[in-house]
């Protein structure tokens, strides 16, 4: 696609993103998820700007940045899971969910799509143990009452780890 | 030792 040249990270999550977008724009989501694969720093510039989305107090905002977050997992291989396998990003997600951090101001409908992906998570991904850590403290602290149901088609089925093309 | 260090600085979020 000719047009894509030049587009980076950031460029292809803003539109990935954007809150005037109708409904989930798959092209710029597999665009900003084949851009990952191609940067060797990819995933670790990637949850930066994630968590920058899925803070933002527009909710559609914060739900397509959510979208793209699970796209990523599912087609970024382990470079991408080792990076979201952080307490870095992952105290991200949890400042979205505590009301001692950004939970008060927060939708639910936010709320709880990021605790279905930490559940699912820790069911795809038991190797990357603290996700695990992180979705049995919230338990702990009583934001998680119980396990979300999680939809058979979010089975997260880990690809094989892509290897990053020399620029 | 990049890893190592990284790894040591990787803590969860106070609550």
Known sequence: M???EGESLESWLN???NPSNRQEDWEYIIGFCDQINKEL???QIAVRLLAHKI???QEWEAVQALMVLEACMKNCGRRFHNEVGKFRFLNELIKVVSPKYLGDRVSEKV???VIELLYSWTLALPE???IKDAYHMLKR???VHSDPPIPMDWTLIPSPPPRP??? | LGEESEERDDHLLPM
């Open chain 1, 141 to 143: 602290q009583g934001i």
């Open chain 1, 2 to 4: 000719a047009e894509a």
């Open chain 1, 55 to 57: 803070h933002s107090p």
């Open chain 1, 111 to 113: 709320k709880t799509k």
């Open chain 1, 128 to 130: 990357e143990s603290k």
């Open chain 1, 165 to 167: 093309k020399n620029p």
């Open chain 1, 15 to 17: 539109k990935a993103t």
């Open chain 1, 41 to 43: 720093e990819g995933p």
